[in-house]
């Protein structure tokens, strides 16, 4: 007998995780610092995790360290065929368990993990999101720390708030209440490499909602999410409600996809792996071959920008240029990647950028003093030079701060800013992912033309923002911009969305817009069941209008 069903149980009001400083002299820095120097101190080998048992292939890659080429952090093993499907017998076998527990008791679980990380953990994971992926502390705290505890937290509660929206009316002899189902079948969790959060919240999301998990952590970032996979397994997880299985896309992803089982994929990635991923979707809906439609939910690129208003303040968009473009060098989705900047404040905010760039210092991230860092990998570091080296040789570009670039070490591309008298340059249309901000300036006469320009330019809807002190012209971009991205900033940079206060995501090729760290996206992991049941119910067919007058 559950003695929970004797309880109506209220979550905790979940508030933003405090964001520890790092400052000298403060216990975290020491502590960090320590957790770092353990880590680098030692290799280690990630298994897959199946059912809740390690699983090991033999077929190995290196956790590397994009900052410094001699580090090796250890090895994971990588899954195959035969692996993801024991990964989809194990999700399929734990979900009737999984599902028939009260969500309150699910609920337990996740948030006694956000208090795991937010205690024992915190700096174990913070030190291999800094390693493996080349984030500075604070990048790291704000990431693999506070977000990825706000999502435990705040979904947790959103989920209690699902529960309890029924509906609001029942007419006499009648009972109306809705039941929020899980999926028929499994949720793939597909990651990207960029954030520790965002790879943590892609599985226990649909979790969180009765739903049984194959999670595919990105390939260049198995480091931190191996250890977030153990700190579930403390907290409570039964075996195999969450499945662990690192491997290329092609090796995990095309078994996954022919899996009748098959039943929503949350996936944070590329627009081109998004949309092929669709596609296979759909050609096997053609097909008959799933059970019922799968959920698609997906957050994929952007091409994200900030316009300026000759009313702007300088300082402050200056600042929102080298944070927005440069913070984590430039590896978010929400990056500033292209700027439109009014003729009149050329030459006073390109000042300021400089000035500010020139104080960036650049190296391994176990030095705190370093704000910039390392991109991930070769081929990361190979795409985005390219761009550079474009700019370079271009007629209708310069390349105004920056440029260089050197990988003798590890992935180094210092901050770069070009300037381009087209508003079509290519670095102002593709997507880069790296430290590359692209300015195109344009007259003060014609701010609602560029604003258009804007809203034209690029296929992806992420983010975005103004800068203007003047409050017309703000109400002018707001209408004017109102489809180009899915979270719009108002006088601050285009990155930063916190759990619980901006609902992230965005529309058009960046994505389904289901907003991570809302109801909304754990509303998408639930299927709806009506029920309708009547007290009294009628004993024969005829209704009143056929009597005789």
Request: aromatic share 12%; net charge negative; proline share 6%.
């Amino acid at each position: 007998m559950n003695l929970l069903n004797n309880a109506v149980i209220n979550i905790p009001t979940p508030v933003n995780e405090p964001v520890l400083s790092y400052a000298p002299g403060t216990p975290e820095r020491q502590k960090l610092k320590d957790a770092l120097e353990e880590l680098k101190s030692q290799q280690i080998e990630v298994p897959l995790i199946i059912g809740g048992k390690e699983v090991r292939t033999g077929n190995t890659a290196k956790i590397a360290c994009p900052h410094d080429h001699s580090i090796e952090l250890g090895q994971y093993h990588k899954a195959g065929p035969k692996e993801v499907q024991m990964a989809i017998d194990a999700a399929m076998a734990a979900k009737p368990v999984w599902e028939s527990l009260r969500w309150e008791e699910r609920s337990a679980i996740f948030l006694k993990a956000a208090d795991l990380l937010s205690g024992p953990y915190r700096f174990l994971i913070n030190a291999a999101t800094m390693l493996n992926i080349s984030k500075n502390p604070f990048q790291a705290e704000i990431d693999s720390a506070c977000e990825l505890i706000d999502f435990l937290r705040f979904n947790v509660f959103f989920a209690s708030e699902i529960y309890r929206e029924q509906p609001m009316y029942s007419s006499k002899d009648i009972w109306n209440y809705v039941q929020h189902r899980p999926l028929e079948g499994f949720v793939f969790a597909v990651a990207p490499f960029n954030f520790t959060a965002i790879s943590g919240n892609l599985p226990t999301s649909p979790a969180i909602m009765g739903n049984t998990v194959v999670w595919k952590p990105a390939s260049s970032a198995v480091f931190a999410p191996y250890y977030f996979m153990k700190l579930l397994q403390e907290a409570g997880l039964p075996d195999g409600v969450i499945n662990f299985v690192p491997g290329s896309g092609s090796d995990v992803g095309d078994t996954i996809l022919a899996s009748p089982d098959f039943n929503g994929i949350h996936f944070t990635g590329s627009t081109p792996v998004f949309q092929s991923m669709w596609k296979e979707i759909g050609a096997n809906l053609a097909k008959d071959h799933y059970k019922t439609y799968p959920r698609i939910v997906g957050e994929t690129g952007g091409k994200d920008f900030i316009f300026a208003h000759s009313s702007a303040n300088v300082a402050a968009l200056a600042t929102a240029m080298v944070r927005g473009a440069f913070e984590y060098q430039g590896q978010k989705c929400s990056a500033a990647s292209r700027t439109y900047l009014p003729e009149s404040l050329k030459d006073a905010v390109l000042a300021e950028v400089k000035n500010q760039v020139s104080r960036i210092k650049t190296g391994d991230v176990c030095d705190f003093g370093n704000f910039f860092n390392a991109v991930i990998d070769k081929g990361a570091f190979k795409s985005i030079t390219e761009y550079i080296d474009y700019a370079k040789t271009a007629d209708d570009a310069e390349i105004v701060i920056g440029g260089g670039y050197d990988d003798s070490k590890g992935w180094f591309i210092e901050p770069t800013l070009i300037v381009t008298t087209n508003p079509k340059f290519k670095t102002m249309e593709e997507e880069i992912f790296g430290p590359v901000l692209t300015v195109y300036c344009y007259p003060d006469a014609e701010y609602e033309q560029t604003l258009e320009l804007c809203d034209q330019t690029s296929p992806f809807s992420l983010t975005g923002a103004v800068f203007a002190q003047e409050r017309t012209a703000i109400s002018l971009a707001l209408t004017k911009l109102e489809n180009a991205s899915g979270n719009f900033y108002i006088n601050d940079k285009p990155t930063g969305a916190v759990v619980g206060q901006q609902p992230f995501g965005g529309g058009r090729a960046s994505g389904t817009n289901d907003k991570a760290g809302s109801k909304q996206n754990l509303m998408r992991w639930a299927s709806v069941r009506t029920i309708k049941e009547n007290f009294v119910p009628p004993t024969s067919f005829e209704y009143p209008f056929l009597d005789e007058e």
